[in-house]
């Protein structure tokens, strides 16, 4: 059956960009830091166990969801490059968004961790467009379910030694990756709308 490498480097790519492993490292730390080693621990494996198990679903759904609601597939590209680029500008402009805080006895590891931070509506549009324009290879889809998986596996390596990279890189170095990530997805959401235009074209 063979293996799509092309395939399989381009959605490790787009997803590693748009879940900013290193980013998540901020958030990380100070939605756990607070807690025990072991609990940090299990928090850093469980994250990534939601973020895969939501955006699989998607990943294998997204066609009919699609169907269903009768969206084609240059409007699903144009909703997630806007979305993208959404992501994007946060990124650069240093977030946006004030940091979530956590109660206690809360589980962040499900919320907001594993959703919508990881799993948040820009990887999911990326994986169900990517499903979406495959062609009916199986090689195709392993290569992307090969490339969901590694993205995962590196989060979790990513949030398990995160007290080390932070030392590491420090505070200028994840701000850094950030800004790089948030100008390669400012990027990718610009080809996702021009792509999204030409399929209207070539519909009409």
Partial sequence: MGFDVTEYTTVLITLIVIMDPPGQIPIFL???GHQTPA???RAAWQAPAVSLLVISTFA??????????????????GAGGLLLLLVAL???NGGGASRPVASDGVNVA???LGTPLLAGPGAIAAVIVAVSQAPREGSVYLAIAAAIVTVHVVIAVVLRFSTVLIRVLGVGGVTLLAKI???????????LIANSVMGFIDAR
């Fill in 39 to 41: 609990q940090r621990h």
């Fill in 30 to 32: 100070s939605l756990v």
């Fill in 60 to 77: 294998l759904g997204g066609k009919f969801i699609l169907a269903y609601l009768h969206i084609g597939v240059p409007a699903l590209q």
């Fill in 110 to 112: 499900l919320v907001p």
């Fill in 90 to 92: 946060q990124l650069l």
């Fill in 181 to 191: 990530a948030g100008l390669l997805l400012a990027a990718i959401a610009v080809q």
